[in-house]
């Protein structure tokens, strides 16, 4: 009797609540159109905005001749009905800064390269930039941040499945992004060939659409190797700020490095406007990996079928190589490392 009064007395078992059962998706679909439609707006904006750009700079400057060749024949002529002779004027040339040395220089270099930096290494590639900067940290720290993440987690959605459905959406958005880009320029390019054909049926500085396509390739891969870094440094910190800094530090410290890095250019030096020493701008920054002159030297030899008067034709492939190995390791170490940390859930 006294045995079944103490078992009577013993408490009952607590009831635990059933632990929630993680699904191995390879992606979350709800998760994935959730980062959709809080960034499509932002998406739209940067990648209208970039194409706009493109298509002005390809209507407004090429579909003029800015960068011509100079007709040695025509000044030969003019020297003689002028009674002067050539060392009189390479004496004044002299007087005003151009030695023979430097002439000879910039008779041999291509304006045109210093356009195509311009356009594919700062213009166009601004708005893409700040777009990854965004992006990257509110896939991932942001949500960590405000507590969001601790929602996503408590659904059967688990951690490798998050950072694969935001690395897909961030890869995919700005894949998308430069779909847009590269078609607006080859269009816009069209255009701008016919009105300098139709205006000067000779023009020979016509633009192949092979080069374009290289050129967008080239600032493509150099914006995914950015989003990389930001996705990354996104993982790798809880607090948003943390993650701000270092991914956005890196993209703005690149974009200023090659803007200063123009000013060792050959082009710039031989004007007299730049100073060959700040090419070392250019280890700092990584659009300095996307080979403009060598896309465009591969260009020419494929289109004229000629690869013995052409350089350095294939640097770029090795280049974007680079690129897309730095895209690849930042986002699988970020993504790595977030399945494993702690977490302020």
């Known amino acids: 009797?006294?045995?079944?009064?103490?078992?009577?007395?013993q408490p009952s078992p607590v009831?635990?609540?059933?632990?929630?059962?993680?699904?191995?998706?390879?992606?979350?679909?709800?998760?994935?159109?959730?980062?959709?439609?809080?960034n499509w707006l932002l998406w739209l904006v940067m990648s209208l905005g970039c194409a706009g750009i493109f298509i002005v700079i390809n209507l407004v400057i090429g579909s003029k001749s800015i960068f011509t060749n100079i007709n040695m024949k025509d000044v030969t002529t003019y020297v003689k009905d002028e009674g002067l002779n050539w060392l009189q004027i390479l004496g004044l040339l002299e007087k005003m800064g151009f030695s023979l040395s430097r002439i000879q220089v910039m008779s041999q270099i291509d304006m045109n390269a210093i356009l195509n930096?311009?356009?594919?290494?700062?213009?166009?590639?601004?708005?893409?930039?700040?777009?990854?900067?965004?992006?990257?940290?509110?896939?991932?720290?942001?949500?960590?941040?405000?507590?969001s993440m601790a929602y996503v987690l408590s659904t059967p959605t688990n951690r490798k499945t998050v950072v694969r459905t935001q690395f897909l959406f961030l890869l995919a958005s700005v894949t998308a992004m430069y779909l847009i880009i590269t078609a607006c320029a080859l269009g816009s390019e069209a255009i701008a060939n016919a009105i300098k054909l139709a205006n000067n049926p000779e023009a020979t500085n016509i633009r192949v659409p092979l080069r374009s396509i290289l050129y967008c390739l080239g600032s493509y891969i150099s914006i995914l190797a950015l989003g990389g870094i930001c996705f990354g440094a996104s993982c790798f910190f809880n607090k948003s700020s943390n993650a701000t800094v270092v991914g956005g530090g890196v993209c703005v410290i690149s974009f200023l490095a090659c803007i200063l890095g123009l000013f060792g250019n050959k082009v710039f030096v031989a004007v007299g406007v730049g100073v060959?020493?700040?090419?070392?701008?250019?280890?700092?920054?990584?659009?300095?990996?996307?080979d403009t002159e060598s896309m465009s030297n591969f260009a020419k030899a494929i289109t004229q079928q000629d690869f013995v008067n052409y350089t350095n034709i294939y640097d770029w492939t090795?280049?974007?190589?680079?690129?897309?190995?730095?895209?690849?390791?930042?986002?699988?170490?970020?993504?790595?490392?977030?399945?494993?940390?702690?977490?302020?859930?």
Not at 1 to 9: C, F, G, P
Not at 15 to 38: G, N, R, T
Not at 134 to 145: E, G, I, M, T, Y
């Open 1 to 9: 009797m006294a045995e079944e009064q103490i078992m009577n007395e």
């Open 15 to 38: 009831a635990v609540a059933p632990e929630v059962k993680k699904h191995k998706h390879f992606i979350s679909k709800p998760l994935f159109k959730q980062s959709l439609k809080a």
């Open 117 to 147: 930096d311009l356009i594919y290494k700062i213009a166009g590639v601004m708005l893409p930039m700040i777009y990854v900067m965004v992006v990257s940290n509110k896939l991932v720290a942001s949500q960590v941040n405000d507590g």
């Open 276 to 290: 060959e020493a700040m090419k070392v701008f250019d280890f700092f920054s990584m659009f300095t990996l996307v």
């Open 318 to 345: 090795w280049k974007l190589g680079i690129m897309l190995f730095i895209f690849l390791v930042f986002s699988y170490a970020g993504g790595r490392y977030f399945t494993k940390k702690d977490l302020p859930l």
